[in-house]
């Protein structure tokens, strides 16, 4: 499988709303319902943020959203706030019970 | 708490084996996928291999033949197995939670990866 192709970086404004693409075919992204978000801060390990293209687990703020148009998924962050300084990572089925992530963004907050 | 805790990332020779562990706790292990993600130090995530609560195994075609995952849910543990290493294997191996699978079978959510664990650092070089 193929990295699906996201943005090596993203910025906004403290308050701002910022939106990470996420590219892939009709075979991950565009075939199935099962996207999903991580965030990793530096020397972390990722945290999950959004399931299912459009879910928010627990604890998630709902200043993250995301949705899903053909064969890109879009990851929005509103309100942007220092600590959402991080890297984003969209990860997609991509049949066969196999997954591929995407190659990452990382979010600036000026 | 759910934790998940790695072991077994060491140096190793281009050709070699290693035997990596992730120890769980806090949680019902038998009754979850898990799955093996790693990250070269400095890029992206890349989805390893993934077991099922039967044992079915999948893997990524870059370690197809060379890796095996496995399970052992009496210790709550899993396991991936790692010959023929290369330069280009060298990464943090993260251990990680998938889904809440039912006895019928039925998986949810669909790739639900969470938690992670703090990962362990494999390196290939002579």
């Known amino acids: 499988q193929s990295a699906l192709t996201q943005p090596p970086s993203a910025s906004g404004s403290p308050g701002q709303s910022v939106t990470i693409s996420c590219t892939g075919s009709?075979?991950?992204?565009?075939?199935?319902?099962?996207v999903a978000w991580y965030q990793q801060h530096p020397g972390k390990a990722p945290k999950l943020m959004i399931y299912?293209?459009?879910k928010r687990p627990s604890g998630v703020p709902d200043r993250f959203s995301g949705s899903k148009s053909g064969n890109t998924a879009s990851l929005t962050v509103s309100g942007l706030q220092a600590e959402d300084e991080a890297d984003y990572y969209c990860?997609?089925?991509?049949?066969?019970?196999?997954?591929?992530f995407g190659g990452g963004t990382k979010l600036t907050v000026l | 708490e759910v934790q998940l805790v790695e072991s077994g990332g060491a140096l190793v020779q281009p050709g070699g084996s290693l035997r990596l562990s992730c120890a769980a706790s806090?949680?019902?292990?038998?009754?979850?996928?898990m799955h093996w993600v790693r990250q070269v130090t400095g890029k992206g995530l890349e989805w390893v291999s993934g077991?099922?609560?039967?044992?079915?195994?999948y893997y990524a075609g870059s370690v197809k033949g060379r890796f095996t995952i496995s399970r052992e849910n009496g210790k709550s543990s899993l396991f991936l197995q790692m010959n023929n290493l290369r330069v280009g294997d060298t990464a943090v191996y993260y251990c990680?939670?998938?889904?809440?699978?039912?006895?019928?079978?039925?998986?949810?959510?669909?790739?639900?990866?969470?938690?992670w664990g703090q990962g362990t650092l494999v390196t290939v070089s002579s």
């Open positions: 990680v939670r998938g889904s809440y699978c039912s006895g019928a079978g039925h998986c949810s959510p669909v790739g639900y990866f969470d938690p």
């Open positions: 077991i099922g609560i039967v044992g079915d195994t």
């Open positions: 009709s075979s991950d992204v565009g075939g199935y319902y099962y």
């Open positions: 806090g949680f019902t292990f038998g009754s979850y996928d």
């Open positions: 299912e293209v459009t």
């Open positions: 990860c997609s089925y991509a049949g066969s019970n196999t997954w591929v």
